[in-house]
C-alpha cells in the first residue's frame, strides 16, 4: 500500500521537483555539509581542470534526499560542461543508452539515477563505454548480423544509488571514485533551512530553524519539505512569520513527532513490539502484517530508525531496541503487551 510521506526522501511530485530546483545549490562553495566528500571532490575536480580531461566516474550512494543529484549537477557547473540525465528503469533498451552516448560531447556527464536498476543487457552495453569510450553495436540479426564499433567523446558517468549492494561488481569496478552520502546532523540541516528561507523570503527564528532540523530525519529533502509546510500553516494561521510555536503547531498536525518519526515509522516499531515481542522478525512478515511493499519498508522506514538506533538488522531478522521502547513510553519485557493501536 503506497501512500505519501511527508517525511520521505524521494521526491512525491512533479511541482515539487521544481520547487526543489529553485532551492539548489550551483556551486560546490553553496553546498552546505558532508565536508570530507566536497574536499575530495574539489581535488579531483581542479585536477581534471588543470589537466583538462574529463573527470573519472562517480558513484553517490546512500538514502534518498541527501543530494546526490545536487552534487551531479554541481560537478557539471564546476567543470564547466553539459549533464544529461536519466535513470536505470528508463533504459530498456540498448538503443535508448546509444542515443544518449553518441550525443555527449567531450567532458559532458551522464547521469544515471537509480543505477542498481539496469537491465543486464544495458550494463554490459555500458561496461566498453566506461573503459574504452567505445560502443559495439549490432546491426541485422543471424548471418547478417554485422558489429559496428563507435567511438565516443571522453565522458563522465555519474551514478547514483540507494542500494549500493544490488551493484554487480563489474559495474562497481569500473568506477574510479566512491562517494557514500551520509545523513546530516541537525545543525546542517538548521544551515540549509536558513539558507532556503531566505531564497524563499520567509523569516524564520532561530530556535524554529531548529526544530524543524531536528524533526527532519537527517535529510535537506525533508528539511525543505517541512519548512514548506510550516509556511503554509502559518501563512494561514498567524502573520507569516515562523516562530518556535507556530513550528511545533505545524509539525504536530503532520503528525511528526519531536525526532521525525511518523505514524508508519511507529505503526512499524509497534507492530514488532506487539506481534513479535520486540523481534527478530523477517521483513517479509513485516510487510504483510503492516500490508506495505517490502521495498518501502528497506528503503524508506528503515535507513534512518536504524541510524537512530532503534531497529537493528540480526540474521534472524528485526529487532526494536531498547531505545524506541522508552520513546514509545512502553516496556518491552511485559508479560501482557499493552494494545498500542
Avoid: W
Amino acid at each position: 500500500m503506497t501512500r505519501e510521506r511527508i517525511i520521505s526522501g524521494e521526491i512525491i511530485s512533479p511541482e515539487e521537483e521544481s520547487f526543489i530546483l529553485s532551492l539548489r545549490p550551483k556551486q560546490l562553495n553553496e553546498y552546505i555539509g558532508q565536508k570530507k566528500l566536497k574536499d575530495k571532490l574539489r581535488v579531483s575536480i581542479e585536477a581534471a581542470r588543470r589537466r583538462q580531461e574529463a573527470c573519472e566516474h562517480i558513484l553517490f550512494y546512500g538514502p534518498p534526499g541527501l543530494g546526490k543529484t545536487t552534487l551531479a549537477h554541481i560537478i557539471a557547473n564546476e567543470m564547466k560542461t553539459r549533464l544529461v540525465a536519466t535513470s536505470g528503469p528508463s533504459l530498456s533498451r540498448t538503443g535508448d543508452l546509444m542515443g544518449i552516448l553518441t550525443n555527449l560531447g567531450d567532458g559532458d556527464i551522464l547521469f544515471i539515477d537509480e543505477i542498481h536498476r539496469l537491465s543486464p543487457t544495458i550494463e554490459e552495453f555500458i561496461y566498453p563505454a566506461m573503459e574504452d569510450f567505445k560502443v559495439d553495436f549490432v546491426v541485422d540479426k543471424g548471418a547478417f548480423a554485422k558489429v559496428i564499433n563507435i567511438p565516443l567523446k571522453r565522458f563522465t558517468l555519474i551514478g547514483a544509488t540507494t542500494r549500493a549492494g544490488l551493484l554487480s561488481p563489474p559495474l562497481r569496478d569500473r568506477f574510479g571514485l566512491y562517494y557514500h552520502i551520509d545523513f546530516y546532523p541537525p545543525e546542517e540541516l538548521k544551515e540549509i533551512l536558513t539558507r532556503s528561507a531566505k531564497l524563499l523570503e520567509v523569516q524564520i527564528t532561530d530556535e524554529a530553524a531548529s526544530e524543524i532540523s531536528r524533526r527532519a530525519r537527517g535529510t535537506p529533502r525533508v528539511a525543505n519539505r517541512l519548512l514548506r509546510r510550516v509556511r503554509d500553516f502559518v501563512t494561514v494561521k498567524a502573520d507569516g512569520k515562523i516562530d518556535i510555536d507556530l513550528a511545533r503547531k505545524a509539525l504536530d498536525a503532520e503528525g511528526i513527532d519531536n525526532i521525525g518519526l511518523d505514524n508508519l515509522d511507529r505503526k512499524l516499531l509497534k507492530v514488532i513490539i506487539d506481534y513479535y515481542k520486540g523481534g527478530p522478525v523477517g521483513i517479509e512478515a513485516l510487510g504483510a502484517t503492516l500490508n506495505e511493499e517490502i521495498d518501502t519498508l528497506v528503503d524508506m522506514v528503515e535507513p534512518y530508525l536504524l541510524k537512530i538506533g532503534f531497529l537493528q538488522r540480526t540474521r534472524r531478522g528485526r529487532m526494536v531496541s531498547n531505545e524506541a521502547c522508552r520513546h514509545l513510553g512502553v516496556k518491552l519485557n511485559q508479560k501482557d503487551q499493552p494494545n498500542l493501536f
